[in-house]
């Protein structure tokens, strides 16, 4: 699959590509989390983890906010099993922020109560994969009390939930679930990608009228930036550009856009100037910053870690066909883990998308323009 | 009223409610006590095997703990303090039994014969379950808490409508009596009077949080009355004990007289896995408590004060563990060899057309020696 592609060229030189690349004029990417973008963060601000703005939020909410509570298991005296509650209990008291009963449904469903009674809870699921006990009453209550009841009750809380693999994990704790919450009218849902947008989005999040599920990529968590807190950044609800680029926009969230901006350095290379769209929220989906990127590049490749078939790259890539279609020069593709349950730890980065991966993709964008050959096959 | 009426109400609560305290046979220093509520004293025989068991079943769990504090396998759940709950679970059962065990029962795996290495396949990292079902009786290891209950009650069910008599013995925890899946598994299991005995291993702690704040129940094992199932508490660090009790359930089961459920009283002596921090939670103080009550000393103790037990068979235990624990260190020593493709073949019987797709690029990726590669 990678035979044709292009020889490795320096970057800014035109190779392979039906335009050439201009000079590089995004940022470069270093590993793990993406750069924070808000505002401008003097270089000597002290270096904040991904967990630790998490807590930082929840901290300066709570003090803001006393209907704002924090509820889960273990979140109490352990602070949580990724500490993102570390000291809340100490600092607020046991009504602010309380270990429940081993029960998923129960918790979500005890937090509808509270906030029918005008409490914001903040309720912490602890895995992925051990959230789906609450399923019902996520998608049967969470989501719909508010179209229910006529707008008259808002159940406004946030669901927390550390996702997505990497992170060797046993199996059931490595689970991309945002398709199932994305699909699910009344939701909202954001995941953020750096350590500004940590503390940022999920502010919003708490403020926010609606029920939101706000997916915390377990890779990132201790990936860390310098970064002055309290920080804020775009509003939940609009995308941010990572990097510029003028060949090919990449598409994707979370635990992946540093994947994709690794990617963009490496593409460079070959001569194709990519563009790193991070939606941060899900839903509402932000077709403007999507569409004026596809637009200007008239190529796009989504990029996920969860599995592609019915997946939150299928929405997106529709989306983009349906307002972008006069400006493409090539299919939207879908960069993605296999439709596999997550693999054993061992195995799990067969599964996940790589550079090598999205290279691929870049490829059979058309350059050409010729049709991917795949596709003309005689079946 | 739709229960048998024969001495009333009453009697019907009497003959499933637990006693008031845990069964006992043998008490903290390895004495006999008359605490057993007329449960039978099992064969001296199984409470021989049942050292060997549980001796066994503590090697293999430090060498794991070992393994996984250098790195070698991912943070493993330790069942030490629980051995008496393991070996009792596996011993209570025949080979044609079943057993449903979670994350933390691999002392239990290992006594029912399930080879070491394989039982520490989801921590060593190459597949979800290492051993074959159908093989050993055993299902998978379950992590989503409680799910594994209404399983146990399904397949007991369907056993005994094929007219076996075989029996399947859940295994719980404490916090995952709270899950609704438990709840819903007794009510199946007492409607359907399923041959099932739900073993809850009460070790007081769901990760940090304590029995206390877990549960309002008087004990767990009253969360089968109001489903009409039979119920029992046991001291869980009393092997003879949880022989004793799991016997009678087993025996309840199979004669057809429908589930058991059974608290053992136990501790977790370690952390929750190896990557968690107890002393954030809960007070050295309280461990060393449980530590006078330790269930392979208490057993050792009564045996060697039986006669069942002298050097001789002590030192052969003793070396059949060391000899354990050196093949799963050897084992582990070097990668099981498991496909790449092997994450995309077992998804369906037969993979459709566009998996086999998916397939195909993951293989050309190999080949390309991509990333996916590595
Ligand atoms: C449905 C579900 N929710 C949460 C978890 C995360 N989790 C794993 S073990 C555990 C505590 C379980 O406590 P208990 O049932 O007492 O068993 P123990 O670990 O003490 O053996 C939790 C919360 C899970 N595995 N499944
Ligand atoms: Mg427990």
Redesign the pocket.
Known sequence: MTTSRPALVSPGASAGSAEPARDARARAAGPGAAPDTAGSQPRSAPAVSMAGALNRALRDAMAADERVLVLG??VGRLGGVFRVTDGLRAAFGERRCFDTP?A?AGIVGFAVGMAMYGLRPVVEL??DA?AY?AFEQVVSHVAKLGARTGGRVRPSMVLRIPYGGGVGAVE?HSDSSEAYYAHTAGLKVVTPATVTDAYSLLRDAIDDPDPVVFLEPKRLYWSRSPVDLPVRAEPLGQAALRRAGRDVTVVTYGPTVPLALEAAQVAAGYGWDVEVVDLRSIVPFDDDTVVASVRRTGRCVVLHEAQGFAGVGAEIAARVQERCFHSLAAPVLRVTGWDVPYPAPKLEHHHQPSVARILDAFERLQWDDEPDARWLADT | MTTETTGGLGAVVAKLLPSPSPIRFVDDGGEPVDEHGGYRPPPDELLVQAYEAMVLGRRFDAQATALARQGRIAAF?SSVGQEACQAGAALALRPGDWLFP?Y?DSGALLSRGVDPLDVLAPVRGHRHCGYDPYAHRCAPMS???ATQAPHGTGLAVAARWKGTDEVALVL?????TS?GDFHEALNFAAVFRAPVVFLV?N?R???SVPLSQQSAAPSLAYKGIGYGVRAEQVDGNDAVAVLSVLAEAVDHARAGLGPMLVEAHTY?MGP?TSADDPTRYRDEAEVASWRGRDPVERLRAYLRRRGLLDDAAEAAVTARAEALAAGVRAGVAHDAHVAPTDIIDHVYAAAPAFLAEQRAALLSELDAGGEGAR
């Open positions: 298991e273990d081993l998923e602890q895995f051990f006990p059931h | 759940p979670t933390r992590t989503p808490l719980l925890g404490d916090g995952a899950e291993q070790n702690y769901a990760i977790r929750h």
